[in-house]
T-cell receptor, first 113, second 113 residues
Framework: GAGVSQTPSNKVTEKGKYVELRCDPI?????LYWYRQSLGQGPEFLIYFQGTGAADDSGLPNDRFFAVRPEGSVSTLKIQRTERGDSAVYLC???????????FGPGTRLTVL | GENVEQHPSTLSVQEGDSAVIKCTYSDSASNYFPWYKQELGKRPQLIIDIRSNVGEKKDQRIAVTLNKTAKHFSLHITETQPEDSAVYFCAASFSGGYNKLIFGAGTRLAVHP
């Protein structure tokens, strides 16, 4: 079946702009995660959804970052007033249930100029 | 705080040799330890995982061992092949009842023909 998909694959924006990154999890997966991966580093946890609710947003760096999952499927990560330090690959993962294997999407490479 | 240390950062082996990557974690409540392989520009892909009630798990040429007392776990790849060349990440889940993964910084494995 189809894996986790993310759009866009690449996003270039200017400092101060607003961006939205989309994640389509594997159908039926209830758990959804967002991670951020900087060059040469491992993925860094941002937020976890169980169904529609954000069960843990402790990894969001500050209040410029926000994520939603209104219908318990697709999720959108929103970044306001982007800064150059936000440049990274944003990865989404989903799992059938919270204790199951996480399957990653291909990521969105965000570049803030 | 939550931390996973991974060593070595780079590893170069000859085809057919074995490769070992080691990780230590800080949270004694961690109960799930996956290993991901990431090729350049691609998504992380799970290669093997282990839960805290098991000391060792093997899948063909790949094995993982877990020492809960010492809080470390290792990946072993035998009979390495050039296609094993990639970056490998270990991760540990942290307490809270869900798989919030904390990743190591990665090991770049190069297998030379």
């Amino acid at each position: 079946g189809a894996g986790v998909s993310q759009t866009p694959s690449n996003k270039v924006t200017e400092k101060g702009k607003y961006v939205e990154l989309r994640c389509d999890p594997i159908s039926g997966h209830t758990a959804l995660y967002w991670y951020r991966q900087s060059l040469g580093q491992g993925p860094e946890f941002l937020i976890y959804f169980q169904g529609t609710g954000a069960a843990d947003d402790s990894g969001l760096p500050n209040d410029r970052f926000f994520a939603v999952r209104p219908e318990g499927s697709v999720s959108t990560l929103k970044i306001q007033r982007t800064e150059r330090g936000d440049s990274a690959v944003y990865l989404c993962a989903s799992s059938p249930w919270v204790t199951d294997t996480q399957y990653f999407g291909p990521g969105t490479r965000l570049t803030v100029l | 705080g939550e931390n996973v240390e991974q060593h070595p950062s780079t590893l170069s082996v000859q085809e057919g040799d074995s490769a070992v990557i080691k990780c230590t974690y800080s949270d004694s409540a961690s109960n799930y330890f996956p290993w991901y392989k990431q090729e350049l520009g691609k998504r992380p892909q799970l290669i093997i995982d282990i839960r805290s009630n098991v000391g060792e798990k093997k899948d063909q040429r790949i094995a993982v061992t877990l020492n809960k007392t010492a809080k470390h776990f290792s990946l072993h790849i035998t009979e390495t092949q050039p296609e094993d060349s990639a970056v490998y990440f270990c991760a540990a889940s942290f307490s809270g009842g869900y798989n919030k993964l904390i990743f190591g910084a990665g090991t770049r494995l190069a297998v030379h023909p």
